[in-house]
């Protein structure tokens, strides 16, 4: 079936550091990916998307580009702030069914 | 637009009760989701609807869960004789039905049964 797979956290970096999150996935179909983070306390948001190879998804300074090649869609951002520290969820879904969900993983960051 | 409810937020229970949570999705949207997840791990697929139609369940959906949404609007997920092992957070998300849409979660219902 389904299935992703993310880097192990925690990860923890220094304010302004560059953030590069693995994830990887195998799917039968062609898959659309997501991004979703959840911030302390709070529910699941979205944070960014693509639907098909070698789109590029961003959003609030974060990037992923779907690797169809690789089965990869790696999270980065070039600069993270402490307002960035939460669990981030790499995440699949098939014919805009279920959501499949990787670990999580978390991401602390230092001032 | 007021998101994804959900009630209530916490549930503390005694093993072998039952209980029952709800979900209010978007009003537009008319799929809706149940996730459960367990500390650490990601959210794991139970269940989704598409309006009333209950279209896909889980194997994780043992006989001692239910979900319903009797008129394609709210709804309803029971456990029966509830385990320790069922404790975990219960998320519901809903989204509209038109190819690769994004699904909007609420806050989730934790569970704690003792």
């Known amino acids: 079936g389904d299935s992703v797979t993310q880097m192990e956290g925690p990860v923890t970096l220094s304010e302004e550091a560059f953030l590069t999150i693995n994830c990887t996935y195998t799917a039968t179909g062609y898959p659309s990916l997501f991004w979703y983070v959840q911030y302390p306390g709070e529910g699941l948001q979205l944070l960014l998307k693509?639907?098909?190879?070698?789109d590029k998804g961003s959003n609030k300074g974060f990037e992923a580009t779907y690797r169809k090649e690789t089965t990869s869609f790696h999270l980065e951002k070039g600069s993270v702030q402490v307002s960035d520290s939460a669990v981030y969820f790499c995440a699949l879904s098939e014919r805009g069914n279920k959501l499949v969900f990787g670990a999580g993983t978390i991401l602390r960051v230092k001032s | 637009d007021t998101g994804v409810s959900q009630d209530p937020r916490h549930k503390i229970t005694k093993r072998g009760q039952n209980v029952t949570f709800r979900c209010d999705p978007i009003s537009e949207h008319n799929r809706l989701y149940w996730y459960r997840q367990t500390l650490g791990q990601g959210p794991e697929f139970l269940t989704y609807?598409?309006?009333?139609?209950?279209?896909?369940k889980s194997r994780l959906l043992s006989d001692r869960f239910s979900a319903e949404r009797p008129k394609g609007s709210f709804s309803t997920l029971e456990i029966q004789r509830t385990e320790q092992g069922d404790s975990a957070m219960y998320l519901c998300?809903?989204?509209?039905?038109?190819?690769?849409?994004?699904?909007?979660f609420g806050p989730g219902t934790r569970l704690l049964v003792l």
């Open positions: 998300a809903s989204s509209l039905a038109l190819g690769q849409e994004t699904q909007y």
């Open positions: 609807f598409q309006n009333e139609a209950q279209l896909e």
């Open positions: 693509a639907t098909k190879a070698d």
